[in-house]
């Protein structure tokens, strides 16, 4: 017998369609597998009635003739930064203790809409902050995947719960949030994809916000097919989020099968760096090897700013997060630590309730954007992140995609990189400059470095040419050959 | 420049985070070195470059001023700590 939680969606759909599989029988094999790995830590709520219960009204459907596509009846999980009405919602935080919201997030909705199944809410960083999901207050998520030496792995982060899960069998995908590479990176450490769309392909209505000029949903599946799939039900206009893209969602899948013929492929030069390991070079070189042989065309590119965009990231994003996180006030949701005078109970409050990273990370843009030193740090980075994004614009004007890694290691062992905060941040390094140009870009697994762990390859595209991105993804895809873990 | 411990004390303040006295060192040295490697930008010619306001190349757009939701209080006050009838609740602010 098949074993069902190894299929794709791609897979599943076949099966649910030919009557071979029920949607209830995919939710409870995969709240078998919850139950089974419970020791990764990957979900902070697992939600098995409302599983059960979709899967139902999902047969039901499928049993009249009313199947909605190929997300119904599909086993997901969902990352605990989306708010889900009366199901638990933390954001990997204390400060969100027993936080039971009234509505769900738009994307969320979106695919309960086409119904898809909720397996529970996965782990995550503290606020979406971290490259590890080791700053969760919940404790971290251990990778499913281990090295030869048999070290307990970080899965990557923020989006690790979500990363796990759908690598060790748990759920058949995932939504994660990606701010500075938040989906792409645990999907790289992983071994699955991770998709970021353009900022504005989803709505960010009802996910908790950490920078809302970078933060944007996106789907973390087994196969890039599954991400176009996955994409689909998750995007489009919503009047609740200003920010979301007035325009029609285009068919994700419309060039999936034209494979890399003609594809102009930029290799940013700035991207190669000094003590790279030898081995995420070497899987570049073969990415860019895999894209010509199936004809594309691959040139070497200039991104001059990209040594900037992390420090720029370092600014923005944590200038941001201090304006979103001055809502967790001990007034109108989560944790509450009284104190003598209001503002005393707001210090006791928000001490006792942020992390490390968090209080960090606060404290830097509370910083950046107080009197005398708005121009010199936060206005600064914004000039530099105009830069940043017109170095991608002028490079678009000859290519279609930008191949690049994804990270520049493979899985680090927990507790590594722990004491030093920017160490931590290179993680990202690859990853932030897309997020800071707003551009769609995805995470392909590649291969295996020399301990057996999965290293991601990515691809980088213009706005809103998310079909393009999936074409590329799927062309590398097929030319990788990756197998992940069974 | 480099932060000092009133410095931390004061950027705790201005964002509402209680910090303990003897982590006041400790997190001025981590905010240093943070910021000390932020300042690189510093090295980027950026005269005459706009700051970026907005990722997506687009207006903002401006919606009906009507009402569209409301008159639930309940839901409202659900996730409060403490209320009082329909009110959220805080400390005594007013002598």
Redesign the interface.
């Known amino acids: 017998m098949t074993d069902l939680t190894r299929l794709t969606i791609t897979e599943a759909a076949a099966k649910l369609d030919a009557g071979e599989v029920s949607a209830v029988e995919l939710a409870d094999a995969h709240l078998a597998a919850m139950d089974a790995a419970r020791d990764l830590n990957a979900f902070i709520t697992e939600t098995p009635e409302i599983a059960r219960q979709r899967a139902a009204q999902s047969d039901a459907r499928r049993a009249k003739g009313d199947a909605m596509g190929p997300m119904d009846g599909i086993p997901i999980a969902v990352k605990d930064l989306f708010c889900t009405e009366g199901v638990l919602t933390t954001a990997g935080s204390h400060i969100l203790d027993?936080?039971?919201?009234?509505?769900e997030s738009t994307v969320s909705a979106k695919l309960r809409d086409a119904g898809a199944v909720m397996l529970g809410k996965t782990n995550l960083d503290e606020f979406a902050m971290g490259s590890s999901n080791i700053t969760s207050y919940y404790g971290p998520v251990k990778n499913p995947w281990k090295g030869a030496d048999g070290k307990e792995l970080v899965p990557g982060g923020s989006s690790g719960g979500s990363a796990a899960a759908v690598a060790s069998g748990m759920a058949m995908a995932a939504t994660g949030t990606d701010t500075g590479g938040s989906i792409r990176q645990p999907g790289s450490f992983c071994g699955i994809v991770g998709m970021k769309p353009?900022?504005?392909r989803c709505s960010r209505w009802g996910i908790v916000a950490f920078a809302s000029?970078?933060d944007q949903a996106g789907p973390m599946t087994r196969s890039v097919e599954d991400a176009a799939i996955m994409l689909q039900a998750m995007a489009g206009h919503d009047?609740k989020d200003?920010?979301s893209?007035?325009m029609q969602t285009p068919d994700f899948r419309a060039q999936l099968r034209d494979g890399a013929k003609g594809l102009r492929v930029g290799i940013p030069k700035e991207y190669t760096l000094d003590g790279m390991p030898g081995e995420i070079q070497a899987l570049w070189d073969q990415g860019r090897q895999w894209l010509e042989d199936a004809g594309a065309i691959c040139t070497e590119i200039s991104l001059p700013?990209t040594d900037?965009a992390l420090?720029?990231y370092?600014?923005v994003a944590p200038a941001e997060a201090?304006s979103n996180l001055a809502r967790y006030?001990?007034?109108?949701?989560?944790?509450?630590v009284?104190?003598?005078?209001?503002?005393?109970?707001?210090?006791?409050t928000?001490?006792?309730g942020?992390g490390a990273e968090v209080?960090?990370r606060?404290?830097?843009g509370?910083?950046v954007l107080?009197a005398g030193y708005y121009d010199a740090?936060y206005?600064?980075?914004?000039?530099?992140?105009?830069?940043i994004?017109h170095d991608f614009k002028q490079a678009f004007a000859d290519i279609d995609v930008v191949l690049a890694p994804t990270a520049p290691s493979a899985a680090f062992a927990i507790g590594e990189k722990m004491d030093d905060?920017?160490a931590m941040y290179l993680n990202d390094v690859f990853t932030v400059p897309a997020s800071m140009?707003?551009l769609p870009a995805i995470s392909v697994p590649a291969g295996l470095d020399a301990m057996g762990l999965p290293l991601g390859l990515q691809l980088i595209a213009r706005?809103f040419d998310e079909v393009t991105l999936f074409r590329a993804a799927r062309a590398l895809e097929d030319a990788a050959g990756f197998e992940g873990l069974k | 420049m480099s932060l000092t411990r009133e410095d931390v004390r004061k950027i705790a303040f201005l964002a509402r985070i209680r910090i303990a006295d003897e982590e006041l060192d400790s997190l001025a040295g981590e905010l240093n070195n943070i910021i000390g490697w932020v300042e690189q930008l510093s090295e980027v010619d950026t005269d005459g470059v706009e700051p970026m306001t907005s990722v997506a190349e687009m207006t903002l757009p401006q919606r009906v001023d009507a009402v569209s939701d409301g008159g639930v209080p309940e839901k409202v006050l659900a996730n409060a700590p403490d209320r009082e009838a329909d009110f959220f609740t805080v400390p005594k602010v007013v002598e």
């Open positions: 027993g936080f039971t919201p009234p509505y353009t900022y504005g000029s970078l009047p200003s920010t893209a007035p700013h900037y420090p720029c370092y600014i201090s006030d001990g007034v109108r949701y989560g944790l509450r009284d104190g003598g005078s209001l503002d005393e109970m707001y210090e006791n928000r001490g006792e942020f209080r960090r606060v404290m830097i509370t910083y107080s740090y206005v600064k980075a914004q000039k530099v992140r105009s830069l994004a905060p920017i140009a707003g706005p």
